[in-house]
């Protein structure tokens, strides 16, 4: 039991579990840690080199002047003037070929420190050696031979301390261990500070969206619009919540109605079945209410089943299953099946397809889709008058049209006629057993084949609905 809470307290150390604002600083403090170090050791470096050539160089330079000096008389080695103008801090010493020391310095550093550079001065060549003293001082010494026609008769050795450029380089080491530090903490205090001041919209965004419950979608996050990326995230969120909002008003709209539309048959029923229960009836009275309880319960199935289909399609779980169907076949079947309501409503049923026009679609859904659209206009057309039906090509569509020449609907209905439950004439729908559903029906057919729908009427002439297909490449 204990271990959970401990391994949680370890992990809260490692990145993983810190926070943006933290690991954010985190990456930027490093990566500059990184940067101060690399240029640190270059600096370091570049300097320690150029001082300690420059150490050499003064040798050298030294070392010319003083052999300029060096007098030679019968093999034996002197040095002139030169001495006194010597650079303070540098030591000289004078070796003729017996191994006499003819001048000498102080500090001395031991012959043996030096046994290689003098056995090359011996043999003619420069040489530089860095010797540690016993006070554990270093020494940087230049040793090179003093030749007199050509041939090597003694040694000169010039040293000088490292003390002062050893000095400077730990005054740079010092002031880089202080300033290094420091600026990583100012930097650490700064990219807090920065990473804070960007991510707080982020918090703010939080808080909000954590406020909305799914009853409160009317709440916005209200971000001041900027096109930066919290901006943009504030507003995507807005967006998204705008969305959510209109379809869990529309979704408790659609249950309310379709409660509205079931209680109705039901009541009915009831109602029948109440009046038939208040005394002993013929048989032919039972008969006539339970044809009437069947009537409603057909209207009742409809409605359910019209119900179930749209809400599937809002699930995207009604899938179509795609073929050629042939619209001008369709037209043709449809006029066929619908005939026997159209005469007895004294109406002309017509159609206008003689081109075969071929789409590809789910010929059951197409066939649902014409059969409400003549139901409509055979219900919606006084008798007399005339439904026709046509199939043809348009452009890149495939248009199935149905056009009555009834009373028409006013325009300002337009606009909503293919809406759930929306119907011009409530009650004279609801007498023709029509919920509203059907050309909400319609127009979802319409768009997952990929194609539109559009009513145009005018009133006391007739309407025209026009059903858009596209006329695609058929895979088979
Ligand atoms: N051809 C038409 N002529 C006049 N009004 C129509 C026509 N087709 C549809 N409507 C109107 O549009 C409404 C919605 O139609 P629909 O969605 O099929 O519902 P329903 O047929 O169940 O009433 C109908 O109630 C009717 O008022
Ligand atoms: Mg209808």
Redesign the pocket.
Known sequence: MTLVPRRRAILSFWPPAFTIRARLTLWYVALLALILLAFSGFLYTSLSHSLYDALDSTLAIEARQLQQSIEIENKQLRLGEQMNQLTPGSVVALYDSSGQTLLDGVPRWSASALAGAIRQAANGHDDLATVRLQNGEQWRVLVTPVRDNGRTVGVLEVGRSEHEVEAALERLLLLMGIAVPVTLLLATGGGLFLADRALSPIDRITRTVRRIGAEDLSQRIGLPPSPDEVGRLAETFDVMLERLDRAFQRQRQFTADASHELRTPLAIIGGQIDVALQRRRRAEEYAEVLRDVRAEAERMRELVSDLLTLSRADAGRERLTLEPVSLDELAAEVAGQMTPLALARGLQLEVDATAPVVVSGDQTRLMQLLL?LVD??LK?TPSGGRVSIAAKKQDAWAVLQVS?T????PAEHLPH?FERF????KAR?RAEG???????ICEWIAHTHGGRIEAASTPGRG?T?TVYLPMRKLPF
């Open positions: 409400n409509n206009a919606c009555d009834g009373m028409g609907i006629l929306y119907r011009v004439d729908s029509g919920a509203g559903l059907g050309l909400a309407s609905f």
